[in-house]
């Protein structure tokens, strides 16, 4: 016979919890408020690495609503396991506890059911044609599939250390196959950390494709922190201690380090809960569209999109900025005050909004210029997203996973399948595709309209390029940058030379306080998230497990590598993923390991089946518009979008000596005349969209 809990007792943990957050919410409200410190760190130009790296993670009204509601869900779920908790009892299972009705009432209150709420897709001719901005409906079975602000899946269930979902090494006493984990800045110091000076190249990749692949990742993935954690970085985060009821996962310093002395911890906060139905472990969520579909130019709000469109157009073109322009080529507006959180937990990004004067162009000169947005591709349309997936299905991918392993893990397109969840991975965005933290070159080239390094602009170690946009309207605008792209390799990423320590020492440092580390902030993430182990993942793919340092170091090629990451932690079962996958030697004519080929095509793959608007899909296009896209360049995007007027054939492809280069008359054209549009065609959008007025 079950025993419930009963509604008076759920009532009253609701209530309890409600007040407890309220009262959270707006101790950081007066806490920020009186935080003088951010709003003059604009202004003296030091605004710590870690507001940084959250306002990397800046997300919308849409998201942050989202959090609440699913914060809100966490400590209510949390303290009805606390009230009854008892030491006989390990895991409370809510399922046990709690009647259907009352699991509906917590989702109710919370606001969790109106977030997980199914979706009523349309079934008009717009929809059948057109993807929606936030993604929904693009199965029609199951309309949360890959839309923005829904949970990452989890292709393997989640491993924390308790069952409220404390993150793995919370306690570092605490032992995983009888071994404690060790701390991630130590993995980061013996097995990551590299010179900057004499790093080996990547002869025939050019820093482009790196680039290529971050730039997709920001179409893909966007882990939002709790807001709430805005509060905690006003006060002396790194000392604070932290309770379970708060974000913040500190990396520690060991003793060992050369920041000892300096610093005792890196601030670092958990990636926000997500709201979901079953009341099991924590998820974290997807603050953007899965799809390859440009959301990080055209956004994956119905807000933010308006807001990124000239509107006074019928042509559906992207806005310019009014201020600024690369030598008569449009940069993206800045941000105005509508992007901008009301939210009191938000209001760190306010201060330094505030301090950069809403009403007038931000001043480039300041150095901190984050709201500041641009990129080249913006001056391209629609047709933008479509040559996305093919540069990044058919020129990316296969020197990322090496051409055979391309053909066998991402078999030619048969269609789309229903079944398929196009939907990011925990693991793809946590570690699988983090993977090209460590093909990351220490320096940003830029070179003059001769492709020589040019002494008014000179190279710039990377620490000084991040969040520096302003050199971008400053120093000569985006055309020096990408012709340094074009003619530097990458970084090759080997056993003894994994990431540069522009990276792990100098994270975000540029702009004053103490930086971070990108390895330890990756691994530390990895452990928010649960994770599992590197051999459970080897194992989810179908690949062999090691049980001994032999078997390890035959798969990683290097017995000195097996030995350190076995010392370090003790089994290979505990090693981090993203560490175990990034140490295997690369496959034939690709840049990653077998695991890492196996979660990155499977991702790719699902989101190539899983997406009914697929370009290849029947109907989506004619035969004669699929052969005219296939013609698509990068080169010809470059030269009809910078002043660029010498490219390589194949920009992804290390280009030795500018000699090599091609004029830009020499690159086809993609024939657009498949595209013309019949009369019919052009009043239906003209109806649809615009009620006739143009
Ligand atoms: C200069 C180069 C780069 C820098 C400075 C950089 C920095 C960062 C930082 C600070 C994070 C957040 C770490 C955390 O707190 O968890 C991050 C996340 C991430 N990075 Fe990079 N990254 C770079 C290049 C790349 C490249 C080339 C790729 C892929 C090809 C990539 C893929 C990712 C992914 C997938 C995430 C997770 C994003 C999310 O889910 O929110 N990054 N990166």
Same mark, same amino acid.
């Given at each position: 016979?079950?025993?419930?809990?009963?509604?008076?007792?759920?009532?009253?943990?609701?209530?309890?919890?409600?007040?407890?957050?309220?009262?959270?919410?707006?101790?950081?409200?007066?806490?920020?408020?009186?935080?003088?410190?951010?709003?003059?760190?604009?202004?003296?130009?030091?605004?710590?690495?870690?507001?940084?790296?959250? /306002?990397?993670?800046?997300?919308?009204?849409?998201?942050?609503?989202?959090?609440?509601?699913?914060?809100?869900?966490?400590?209510?779920?949390?303290?009805?396991?606390?009230?009854?908790?008892?030491?006989?009892?390990?895991?409370?299972?809510?399922?046990?506890?709690?009647?259907?009705?009352? /699991?509906?009432?917590?989702? +109710?209150?919370?606001?969790?059911?109106?977030?997980?709420?199914?979706?009523?897709?349309?079934?008009?001719?717009?929809?059948?044609?057109?993807?929606?901005?936030?993604?929904?409906?693009?199965?029609?079975?199951?309309?949360?599939?890959?839309?923005?602000?829904?949970?990452? #899946?989890?292709?393997?269930?989640?491993?924390?250390?308790?069952?409220?979902?404390?993150?793995?090494?919370?306690?570092? +006493?605490?032992?995983?196959?009888?071994?404690?984990?060790?701390?991630?800045?130590?993995?980061?110091?013996?097995?990551?950390?590299?010179?900057?000076?004499?790093?080996?190249?990547? /002869?025939?990749?050019?820093?482009?494709?790196?680039?290529?692949?971050?730039?997709?990742?920001?179409?893909?993935?966007?882990?939002?922190?709790?807001?709430?954690?805005?509060?905690?970085?006003?006060?002396?985060?790194?000392?604070?201690?932290?309770?379970?009821?708060?974000?913040?996962?500190?990396?520690?310093?060991?003793?060992?380090?050369?920041?000892?002395?300096?610093?005792?911890?890196?601030?670092?906060?958990?990636? #926000?809960?997500?709201?979901? %139905?079953?009341?099991?472990?924590?998820?974290?969520?997807?603050?953007?569209?899965?799809?390859?579909? *440009?959301?990080?130019?055209?956004?994956?709000?119905? $807000?933010?999109?308006?807001?990124?469109?000239?509107?006074?157009?019928?042509?559906?073109?992207?806005?310019?900025?009014?201020?600024?322009?690369?030598?008569?080529?449009?940069?993206?507006?800045?941000?105005?005050?509508?992007?901008?959180?009301?939210?009191?937990?938000?209001?760190?990004?306010?201060?330094?909004?505030?301090?950069?004067?809403? *009403?007038?162009?931000?001043?480039?000169?300041?150095?901190?210029?984050?709201?500041?947005?641009?990129?080249?591709?913006?001056? %391209?349309?629609?047709?933008?997203?479509?040559?996305?997936?093919?540069?990044?299905?058919?020129?990316?991918?296969?020197?990322?996973?090496?051409?055979?392993?391309?053909?066998?893990? /991402?078999?030619?397109?048969?269609?789309?399948?229903?079944?398929?969840?196009?939907?990011?991975?925990?693991?793809?965005?946590? *570690?699988?595709?983090?993977?090209?933290?460590?093909?990351? =070159?220490?320096?940003?080239?830029?070179?003059?309209?001769?492709?020589?390094?040019?002494?008014?602009?000179?190279?710039?170690?990377?620490?000084?390029?991040?969040?520096?946009?302003?050199?971008?309207?400053?120093?000569?605008?985006?055309?020096?940058?990408?012709?340094?792209?074009?003619?530097?390799?990458?970084?090759?990423?080997? *056993?003894?030379?994994?990431?540069?320590?522009?990276?792990?020492?100098?994270?975000?440092?540029?702009?004053?306080?103490?930086?971070?580390?990108?390895?330890?902030?990756?691994?530390?993430?990895?452990?928010? =998230?649960?994770?599992?182990?590197?051999?459970?993942?080897?194992?989810?793919?179908?690949?062999?497990?090691?049980?001994?340092?032999?078997?390890?170091?035959?798969?990683?090629?290097?017995?000195?590598?097996?030995?350190?990451?076995?010392?370090?932690?003790?089994?290979?079962?505990?090693?981090?993923?993203?560490?175990?996958?990034?140490?295997?030697?690369?496959?034939?004519?690709?840049?990653?390991?077998?695991?890492?080929?196996?979660?990155? #095509?499977? +991702?790719?793959?699902?989101?190539?089946?899983?997406?009914?608007?697929?370009?290849?899909?029947? $109907?989506?296009?004619?035969?004669?518009?699929?052969?005219?896209?296939?013609?698509?360049?990068?080169?010809?995007?470059?030269?009809?979008?910078?002043?660029?007027?010498?490219?390589?054939?194949?920009?992804?492809?290390?280009?030795? =000596?500018?000699?090599?280069?091609?004029?830009?008359?020499?690159?086809?054209?993609?024939?657009?005349?498949?595209?013309?549009?019949?009369?019919?065609?052009?009043?239906?959008?003209?109806?649809?969209?615009?009620?006739?007025?143009?």
């Amino acid at each position: 016979i079950k025993m419930y809990l009963g509604s008076s007792f759920i009532q009253e943990a609701l209530r309890y919890r409600a007040i407890k957050l309220f009262l959270f919410y707006s101790m950081f409200c007066v806490c920020s408020l009186i935080s003088i410190r951010v709003k003059t760190s604009v202004s003296d130009g030091s605004v710590r690495p870690s507001d940084l790296l959250a /306002m990397f993670k800046q997300t919308g009204p849409k998201t942050r609503t989202h959090i609440t509601s699913a914060e809100f869900l966490d400590n209510t779920v949390e303290l009805i396991r606390e009230m009854v908790y008892t030491h006989s009892m390990d895991k409370p299972d809510l399922t046990e506890l709690l009647s259907a009705k009352d /699991m509906e009432t917590i989702l +109710q209150v919370t606001g969790c059911s109106s977030e997980t709420l199914r979706h009523v897709c349309k079934s008009d001719c717009v929809s059948k044609r057109y993807r929606t901005i936030t993604g929904h409906c693009n199965n029609r079975e199951n309309p949360q599939w890959g839309a923005a602000n829904t949970p990452y #899946a989890r292709w393997l269930s989640p491993e924390y250390e308790d069952p409220r979902g404390a993150p793995r090494g919370w306690n570092p +006493q605490h032992t995983y196959h009888n071994h404690t984990l060790p701390p991630v800045r130590s993995v980061s110091q013996e097995v990551l950390y590299t010179h900057n000076e004499n790093i080996s190249l990547d /002869m025939s990749l050019s820093h482009l494709l790196v680039e290529w692949g971050q730039w997709i990742d920001h179409d893909l993935t966007l882990t939002p922190q709790s807001p709430s954690t805005a509060a905690f970085k006003t006060g002396a985060d790194c000392t604070r201690t932290c309770s379970r009821d708060t974000p913040c996962f500190p990396i520690q310093i060991p003793l060992s380090d050369p920041r000892t002395g300096t610093q005792s911890c890196m601030p670092f906060f958990r990636s #926000a809960p997500s709201c979901t %139905v079953s009341l099991g472990h924590r998820e974290q969520l997807n603050a953007i569209t899965a799809f390859v579909d *440009a959301n990080m130019v055209y956004g994956s709000s119905d $807000g933010l999109a308006a807001t990124l469109r000239n509107l006074s157009s019928p042509l559906g073109l992207l806005a310019v900025n009014q201020f600024h322009s690369d030598q008569g080529l449009g940069f993206m507006p800045f941000l105005t005050r509508t992007h901008l959180t009301k939210a009191c937990a938000f209001i760190l990004l306010k201060h330094l909004y505030t301090a950069s004067n809403a *009403a007038q162009p931000i001043r480039i000169k300041d150095r901190n210029s984050p709201f500041y947005k641009f990129t080249v591709f913006m001056h %391209v349309s629609d047709l933008l997203n479509l040559v996305w997936k093919i540069l990044t299905w058919d020129h990316y991918l296969p020197r990322v996973l090496g051409r055979s392993a391309n053909l066998a893990l /991402m078999p030619p397109y048969k269609g789309y399948d229903t079944a398929a969840d196009p939907s990011i991975s925990n693991i793809f965005s946590t *570690a699988a595709f983090r993977f090209a933290h460590v093909t990351v =070159h220490p320096v940003v080239n830029r070179l003059g309209p001769d492709y020589r390094l040019s002494p008014e602009h000179p190279a710039l170690p990377l620490h000084h390029s991040l969040f520096a946009s302003w050199r971008v309207v400053q120093e000569g605008g985006i055309d020096p940058v990408l012709r340094g792209l074009l003619l530097s390799p990458a970084k090759l990423q080997t *056993a003894d030379q994994m990431m540069v320590e522009e990276l792990t020492e100098r994270l975000f440092q540029a702009q004053g306080g103490l930086p971070l580390d990108l390895a330890a902030l990756n691994l530390q993430r990895g452990r928010d =998230h649960g994770l599992q182990g590197y051999s459970a993942w080897r194992e989810l793919c179908g690949l062999f497990a090691p049980a001994n340092e032999s078997d390890l170091a035959g798969i990683l090629g290097n017995v000195v590598l097996a030995r350190k990451l076995l010392h370090l932690y003790g089994t290979a079962k505990n090693i981090d993923v993203w560490v175990g996958a990034i140490s295997e030697p690369a496959l034939p004519g690709g840049r990653v390991g077998p695991l890492l080929a196996c979660l990155i #095509a499977k +991702q790719f793959k699902a989101l190539r089946d899983g997406d009914r608007f697929w370009w290849q899909n029947e $109907g989506v296009f004619s035969s004669v518009q699929r052969d005219a896209l296939r013609t698509t360049s990068l080169s010809r995007i470059i030269c009809d979008n910078t002043h660029i007027r010498l490219v390589p054939f194949d920009p992804f492809a290390h280009t030795l =000596h500018p000699d090599d280069l091609l004029p830009c008359t020499r690159i086809g054209y993609m024939n657009l005349s498949a595209w013309r549009e019949t009369d019919t065609d052009t009043q239906f959008i003209k109806t649809m969209f615009f009620g006739g007025l143009f």
